[in-house]
């Protein structure tokens, strides 16, 4: 049993954490009664799984720790995607058997495809293996009936590229018990004969020999390409919960084109023939920022509406109304944008720029460092002059230039993660002073003849007045001699 943590139209999203083991021929699963509280193990019931797995031909998405499934039998018969997670954590979608085009059980569904596309690309998703599990499947429960855990031992069968392959395992998943659990009964287990999993997943071990022989990433040159290589990362990572609407991905998915784009604009020499590619990736974060701007300005100006009085209750309404639409276009424009050519193709040029072999400029550290005093210089002018068009200038090149610090930072210890922490805390008091002026904007749009709408207007004039007072404290500390001396 997993967490549910979402529903999407047809499919249902839950988080697992689970640990599997392999074990010998024989092998028998040892009592656990009195281990980390668990009194009861009765109840086990024996399932007939049936499972067969999608992926391109050259297994992109198992090279990307993603399984897609279609499955019959147990108690989750369906269609099945696990993304990574945290730990031990996964992330499952499930859809109906049914879900199918036309009930072609050959077919993945429009929508979990969707969510793998940014691996697959163009690529078609074809069967690759099919597991036959006999499964007998032990809730562990304590003093109060509480299933802490279920424990699955697993006669598995497989078949891919005509071969057949044999082999037991154990699965433990957590159900309503605290996480150390795993651990208490992982060194139960493997005091009588089990080990870590070799793999990562059944099918893993069925395909082994393609997997091996699956394009692998190449070499890494520099913290430049690194950095790069991360963010294309990012994108494709975020993908999957940008198509179905989390706020977080969107933001992080957002804040991954922004800095593979800085990264591209500040060591340019390093990425030669790739100019067009940071257009094409502010074409994205553009998209991505209709419909995050509205979800930051909607939790800005709610909160200073909400619980403030019926009299402010038609003007949060009219803000709720305003920004909900906003989002929705946005969302709309979103999905379209992800569906598109163009999309695959950034995605295509990305990934070509992160493997180049590392060449450029000699000393790229120094571009970062001149990326920082070019912030410093048009924060201090934004500050004498005390425009506001000006602060925001200084702010969007103090976030181009804590991108480029990042490349570098992890190599300098201490000053450089103290440096990056300075400038983030600096870019966010420089953030929420453009959010005040955004949201006056608005707010003037909205109800140029409201009082109440004045009131408001009035509280965010104030706080840009609190966060323009905070920034010469910000501002010195990120301009301690100590920490930008790594720099040169």
């Known amino acids: ?242 198509r179905q609407g989390d706020p977080e991905s969107v933001h992080k998915m957002r804040v991954a084109t922004r800095r593979l784009r800085s990264t591209l604009k500040t060591f340019k020499r390093s990425f030669p023939g790739f100019e067009e590619v940071g257009d094409e990736l502010k074409w994205l974060a553009d998209r991505l920022g209709e419909v995050r701007d509205g979800q930051v300005q909607k939790g800005k100006l709610l909160a200073g509406v909400d619980g403030s009085g019926p009299q402010f209750a038609e003007a949060g309404e009219r803000i709720r109304q305003h920004l909900d639409s906003q989002v929705e276009r946005g969302r709309a424009a979103l999905v379209e944008a992800l569906d598109s050519e163009r999309y695959l193709a950034l995605l295509d040029r990305v990934d070509q720029l992160s493997s180049l072999p590392g060449t450029g400029e000699r000393q790229p550290i120094k571009r970062a460092a001149k990326s920082l005093s070019k912030a410093d210089a048009l924060l201090d002018q934004a500050l004498a002059d005390g425009e506001d068009h000006e602060l925001h200038d200084a702010r969007k090149a103090y976030k181009r230039a804590r991108y480029a610090v990042e490349v570098f930072a992890p190599g300098a210890g201490k000053p450089g993660k103290q440096l990056v922490n300075e400038l983030t805390e600096l870019q966010d008091v420089l953030g929420a002073h453009q959010d005040s002026v955004v949201a006056r904007e608005l707010l003037h749009e909205l109800g140029p003849d409201s009082f109440w709408f004045g009131v408001l207007w009035a509280r965010q004039e104030q706080v840009g007045k609190n966060t323009y007072a905070e920034l010469p404290v910000v501002v010195e500390a990120s301009r301690k001699t100590n920490l930008r001396k790594w720099m040169g």
């Open 1 to 242: 049993m997993s967490a549910p943590v979402g529903h999407h139209e047809r499919m249902e999203i839950a988080n697992e954490t689970e640990r599997k083991y392999d074990v010998p021929d024989g092998f028998e699963l040892p009592s656990l009664v009195g281990t980390g509280g668990i009194r009861d193990v009765s109840g086990a019931q024996t399932h007939d799984l049936d499972a067969t797995y999608f992926d391109t031909d050259d297994l992109s998405l198992m090279r990307k720790k993603l399984t897609l499934r279609r499955r019959t039998g147990g108690d989750d018969a369906g269609w099945h995607l696990k993304t990574p997670g945290s730990g031990n954590s996964r992330t499952e979608h499930r859809m109906p058997l049914e879900s199918s085009e036309n009930g072609d059980q050959d077919t993945v569904p429009a929508e979990l495809h969707g969510l793998v596309r940014a691996v697959s690309r163009r690529a078609s998703l074809k069967p690759i293996a099919r597991l036959r599990t006999r499964r007998v499947e032990t809730p562990l429960r304590d003093a109060r009936g509480r299933t802490l855990a279920l424990i699955a031992q697993d006669q598995v069968t497989a078949e891919s590229d005509g071969k057949k392959q044999r082999w037991q395992e154990l699965e433990v998943e957590l159900v309503d018990g605290d996480p150390a659990i795993l651990k208490t009964i992982e060194k139960r287990l493997l005091k009588v004969g089990a080990r870590p999993a070799e793999g990562p997943s059944k099918v893993a071990r069925a395909v082994k020999e393609r997997l091996a022989g699956a394009v692998g990433q190449p070499k890494v040159r520099g913290p430049v390409f690194t950095y790069a290589r991360e963010q294309r990362d990012a994108l494709a990572e975020y993908d999957p919960g940008v």
